[in-house]
């Protein structure tokens, strides 16, 4: 068998050793959170308004994965910065207006 054949043979078999792991560990940690929703799900973390098992399994993705670890911190740090701001009231026209130039865009 050529050599490039052996190679390409090589690369199929780690493939699907890949596969196999991937498939294997989603089987076993079925109900993990991945790297997508913990961030779609951040923001209800960090409120606390998630359910315990959810809650519980966002914090297990969170001791293991450092760029959602990172994301989150930021987040966090974002949010505290920001609550720091004095609140603006906006005038009563406010929403209706915004609203109203959203639906014009949209044409
Ligand atoms: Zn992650």
């Given amino acids: 068998m050529p050599a490039v054949a052996v190679g390409w043979t090589c690369v199929y078999n780690i493939l699907g050793v890949i596969t ?6 989603k089987l076993f940690h079925r109900g993990d959170a ?5 961030r779609k799900l951040s923001s209800d973390y960090l409120e606390e ?4 098992t959810k809650r519980s399994a966002i914090q297990a993705h969170l001791s293991n994965c450092g760029p959602c670890r990172a994301f989150v911190d930021t987040l966090a740090s974002t949010i505290g910065i920001l609550s720091r701001f004095p609140k603006v009231s906006t005038p009563s026209t406010f929403h209706d207006s915004v609203m109203e130039r959203i639906k014009q865009e949209k044409k």
């Fill in 20 to 25: 196999v792991i991937g498939l294997l560990h």
């Fill in 34 to 38: 991945d790297c997508n929703e913990v």
């Fill in 49 to 52: 308004d998630l359910a315990p």
